[in-house]
């Protein structure tokens, strides 16, 4: 997003998101299934010092910091956040809500000389999960395909020995932004759901390939049950990522405004995002039309035209800028 190239811009945008998100999560009405799961491998890892890590798809990254709220009786929890600007955000935005953050992300195929600082960061994750952290990481991110699981999640677990625990979540009704991914954003007061399952595990004998694609469609099968009980409906069968029906876009927020909570919630969550958009453009047009002091032209130092004054006579095909009262000549 161009916008974020701007410090203001990206500052305001930050503070603005961190408190609707913030504000959003109180309001939620939550469904949980497998929740035990989570407890044990929790309990476990406080106990024995060991490590974790969490997978969730790239489009319910806004919704994230709700499966993993830190605390003495979980371990402490840091995410995976790409080196992009729009990774800045995401960064800046959950530290707000309390998660840090280790910075980097894949080389990209097209363009392998350019470092987006994959190894220090794949270092990085592996010395604190091994320290007794957690780690929070999208397999498909950060560019997809959507919900296509890439092998840096089974080289973590391999690396650590760590527990993955796969993590599903949608809200309904909610918002859908015009992104790779689809990315969800969550309306106020709408019902949530969150699925767990695992913990897997990676041995060094197991084959990653087999492993990767058997992780990617249980953490799609959660996430289907996720919407299925968010929606109140049955939970549909487990389909692959490429046959999922279009997503609907980001305007759409389904049956809510059918309701009258439903209609507030989506008019609260409008209202925030056209005053994200009002601020994004009256800062980059300030500072589009800011001249440095040093640069400003000097203005011609002329009067104003007053009652009984006359404008200046021409001395020398040059009009004198100084106005004369009426009737009196300058000597």
Known sequence: MKPLRS????????????????????????TREGQEIAEDVWSDCVLSGSGAILALWHSRVPVGPTTWPQGPERPEIRVLVSQSRDGEFIARTIAKLGLPSIRGSSIKKTDTAKNKGGEQAFRDMVKWVKDGGAMAITPDGPRGP??????GAVALARMTDAPVLLVGVAMHPCLRLKTWDSTIVPLPFARAAMVWDGPVRAGRQDD????????????SAVSRRAEALAANRPSPPLLP?????????????????TTIPGTITAIMAMTMIMT??????????????????????????????????RPGRVRGGLRDPVAQPAGRRRP
């Open 7 to 30: 410090p203001i811009v990206l500052a305001i945008l930050t503070h603005v998101m961190a408190a609707y998100l913030a504000f959003t999560y109180r309001t939620l009405r939550w």
């Open 276 to 309: 994200m958009d009002i601020t994004m453009a009256m800062t980059t047009e300030a500072m589009a039309t800011a001249t440095p002091q040093g640069l400003r032209p000097r203005l011609c130092h002329r009067r104003r035209a007053q009652p009984g004054l």
């Open 208 to 219: 990653p390939d087999a492993l990767t694609i058997d992780w990617g469609a249980r953490l």
């Open 146 to 151: 959507v919900e296509v699981m890439q092998k």
């Open 241 to 257: 990522a490429s046959s999922l029906e279009p997503i609907s876009p980001w305007w759409d927020v389904g049956p809510c405004r």
